[in-house]
């Protein structure tokens, strides 16, 4: 098909029902991805632009034992609180000062996930547990890290942002789900030893990907989204 050619309907709403039914699942089936869908999926993302076609993505895709050493060397850090202590992020994903709406949303995506596990305010052993599941990368059957290499600016980090964007489509679209996670960077000591990461490559951040557990009660939230003209400004005259 020309890249030139109007989508028919029918591949229009393929595309929006990708994106519309994408959503973080936290908690997946053990039924394995095979090889050639992930590398199909790598290569479709792979078309995300970049500026001056630097592609500066990494990925490093891992299933069975190799995923789940990672897993165990982050959680025994996790679960010590001197090891938790001394392991810091390298980069600021979020802001060091929140306000609204943007801490609104933060706590209500936070609370509403606790409420469907029935977790309390005050029950912080069950909430550091299940903190402790994107560890695992909440049991799904493969388990991504993508790196940057530290000599890339802040543009290519809106690259990646894209390049992301693109593998979580491109899963949806062959009935796979995700979850990206931020919560492996504070974990980039341990990552890069366990992966033999070089000095120059950073991680920016993990992914679960396989397919969601229908039966998972946290896999029934669904965060809400801001209308188009809470952000949209359309500028005419």
């Not at 592609?55 to 165990?72: D, I």
């Not at 052993?125 to 890339?152: E, K, S």
């Not at 990646?160 to 979850?179: D, K, P, Q, S, W």
Request: hydrophobic share 40%.
């Amino acid at each position: 098909m020309s890249r030139f050619n109007t989508p028919t309907p029918e591949q229009t709403a393929a595309v929006d029902h990708a994106i519309l039914t994408r959503h973080s699942m936290r908690a997946y089936l053990p039924t394995p991805v095979p090889r050639k869908t992930l590398e199909d999926i790598l290569r479709v993302a792979s078309h995300a632009p970049s500026g001056t076609n630097t592609q500066p993505w990494q990925v490093h895709v891992l299933t069975g034992a190799a995923k789940q050493r990672l897993s165990e060397r982050i959680l025994a850090a996790y679960l010590d609180p001197v090891q938790n202590a001394a392991h810091q992020e390298e980069y600021a994903y979020y802001p060091r000062e929140w306000r609204s709406p943007y801490i609104d949303r933060r706590r209500k995506v936070g609370w509403d996930l606790y409420g469907l596990l029935g977790i309390g305010k005050a029950d912080k052993d069950r909430m550091q547990a299940q903190h402790g599941r994107n560890y695992v990368f909440f049991d799904a059957p493969v388990g991504l890290i993508f790196t940057i290499d530290r000599v890339m600016a802040q543009g290519s980090w809106l690259d990646y942002g894209m390049f992301l964007e693109n593998i979580m489509v491109a899963a949806r679209g062959r009935g796979l789900h995700t979850c990206p996670q931020a919560a492996f960077t504070q974990f980039h000591r341990v990552i890069a030893d366990e992966l033999q990461l070089s000095e120059q490559q950073m991680v920016v951040c993990g992914m679960a990907l396989g397919f969601a557990d229908p039966h998972a009660i946290e896999n029934g939230l669904v965060t809400e989204r801001a209308p188009v003209a809470e952000f949209a400004r359309f500028l005419e005259d």
